[in-house]
């Protein structure tokens, strides 16, 4: 099974860079972990926040077609660090699809995109930007592989 993690937008935040090299790094020892960019969109000053999402939407189905597609969104479901690696692991057990996590762009995701999600995950009741959430949810995947191994980095 692969990982991917798609973000809109590509990172020029040299520490969430760094952040999330570290854990992509980590994370090739225990899955097949790729991360993915779509672009920002170009001359969007004419667009309404519908049209950008859906223009964005479009481009994030095509990304993850064929995966099972889980959306990092505030209104999605929270999960505690061992919550999130037996919800991980269960997953891996069924084996089945590669799953495509999501981080959508300022504006959100279009409705096409929350039909064809199978899940939503909530990092948190705060919000954090966008760029943040790269490095955050990376290493929350790193912690739930070491969970699911034993292995003496979470500490509960």
């Known amino acids: 099974m692969k990982i991917v993690l798609l973000t809109v937008g590509k990172t020029d935040v040299p520490w969430v860079k760094e952040g999330l090299q570290l854990y992509a790094g980590r994370?090739?020892?225990?899955?097949?972990?790729?991360?993915?960019?779509?672009?920002?969109?170009?001359?969007?000053?004419?667009?309404?926040?519908?049209q950008i999402k859906s223009r964005e939407g479009a481009l994030i189905l095509k990304e993850c077609a064929g995966m099972d597609v889980f959306l990092l969104d505030e209104h999605g479901k929270e999960y505690r660090s061992l919550e999130f690696a037996a919800w991980l692991q269960e997953r891996m057990n069924r084996g089945g699809r590669d799953i495509c996590f999501v981080?959508?762009?300022?504006?959100?995701?279009?409705?096409?995109?929350?039909?064809?999600?199978?899940?939503?995950?909530?990092?948190?009741?705060?919000?954090?930007?966008h760029q943040m959430v790269r490095t955050i949810f990376a290493e929350q995947l790193y912690r739930a592989f070491t969970i699911i191994k034993g292995e003496p980095y979470h500490h509960e």
């Open 27 to 50: 994370l090739q020892h225990y899955a097949r972990f790729e991360l993915r960019e779509i672009p920002e969109l170009k001359n969007v000053s004419s667009l309404s926040e519908e």
């Open 103 to 129: 981080i959508g762009g300022a504006y959100g995701f279009s409705p096409d995109v929350y039909a064809a999600a199978s899940g939503k995950l909530s990092l948190s009741k705060m919000t954090f930007s």
